[in-house]
């Protein structure tokens, strides 16, 4: 669906200065995206795509396997528009809008391990596996007093291979991994709230960047974000509340 609005030729010209959109897809967010490189789907691809058309030009759709490299692409201009996590350590980087999807971080652990709550894992001793630059790992970089993490390019897989007493990762791929493979649990209580958004630089002028924040609002409103979550398999209640646009 495109709602046809009037949008400046300013921020067309500054959003898309190149005349085409380019947008950092992340593969690696099973719940965002899905698909393959070549064809990516889910709700960022629909929400890249719907951009483009409400701009008038065409939409560059670049896919990387993690957050982190999508937030590299941003940061070395390779990317017009981005869709990440709100983290105080990316937003020295980039203008957020208000988010689109609300996802949950928690943690899984082997079945018969003694931590049973989220604040449990907080403890001397104790090593998360967590995915490099995620936004579970920028979280806890900064929260955990204790615990220690354990960077790679897969957190669960670490936790797996190094006999691990924990790792972080988002609800629906810790679900999903523990109903596959016998011997480990997930702690239901979530330990963060992941607000997903979609970024742009923050040399971008306060018309675009207002431009972007209204743009995500319409799409909540009008069902386009929970109608991407359901068409790709994902659950439409994960749609964030309204924010606020300044």
């Known amino acids: 669906m495109t709602v046809v609005s009037s949008v400046d030729d300013e921020v067309i010209a500054d959003l898309a200065p190149r005349g085409v959109l380019r947008a950092a897809i992340n593969l690696g967010n099973s719940v965002l995206a899905q698909g393959t490189a070549s064809a990516p789907a889910?709700?960022?691809a629909d929400i890249a795509r719907e951009l483009a058309a409400r701009l008038g030009v065409a939409a560059d759709l670049t896919?990387?396997?993690?957050?982190?490299?999508?937030?590299?692409a941003m940061a070395r201009g390779d990317a017009d528009i981005c869709f990440l996590a709100i983290e105080p350590a990316r937003a020295a980087q980039v203008a957020f809008t208000a988010p689109y999807v609300v996802i949950?971080?928690?943690?899984?652990?082997?079945a018969d391990s003694g931590l049973t709550a989220a604040a449990d894992?907080?403890?001397?001793?104790?090593?998360i596996g967590v995915n490099e630059g995620s936004a579970y790992d920028l979280f806890l970089s900064?929260?955990?007093q204790r615990a220690s993490l354990v960077r790679g390019e897969d957190g669960i897989g670490l936790f797996r291979g190094q006999g691990?007493?924990?790792?972080?990762?988002?609800?629906?791929v810790v679900g999903d991994f523990t109903?596959?493979?016998?011997?480990?649990?997930?702690?239901?209580?979530?330990?963060?709230?992941?607000?997903?958004?979609?970024g742009t630089t923050l040399t971008r002028a306060p018309a675009t960047v207002r431009f972007l924040?209204?743009?995500?609002?319409?799409?909540?409103?009008?069902?386009?974000?929970?109608?991407?979550?359901?068409?790709?398999?994902?659950?439409?209640?994960?749609?964030?509340?309204?924010?606020?646009?300044?």
């Open 42 to 44: 889910g709700v960022t």
């Open 63 to 72: 896919c990387f396997g993690a957050a982190r490299k999508s937030f590299e």
């Open 104 to 110: 949950e971080g928690v943690y899984v652990v082997p």
């Open 121 to 127: 894992v907080d403890r001397e001793g104790v090593r």
């Open 142 to 144: 900064r929260t955990l």
């Open 164 to 172: 691990l007493e924990a790792a972080a990762g988002i609800r629906q």
């Open 179 to 198: 109903a596959r493979i016998p011997g480990f649990r997930m702690i239901d209580e979530g330990f963060m709230r992941i607000r997903q958004a979609l």
């Open 213 to 246: 924040a209204v743009f995500i609002e319409e799409l909540k409103a009008s069902g386009f974000i929970g109608d991407a979550l359901r068409r790709s398999g994902q659950d439409g209640a994960l749609v964030a509340p309204p924010g606020a646009v300044s």
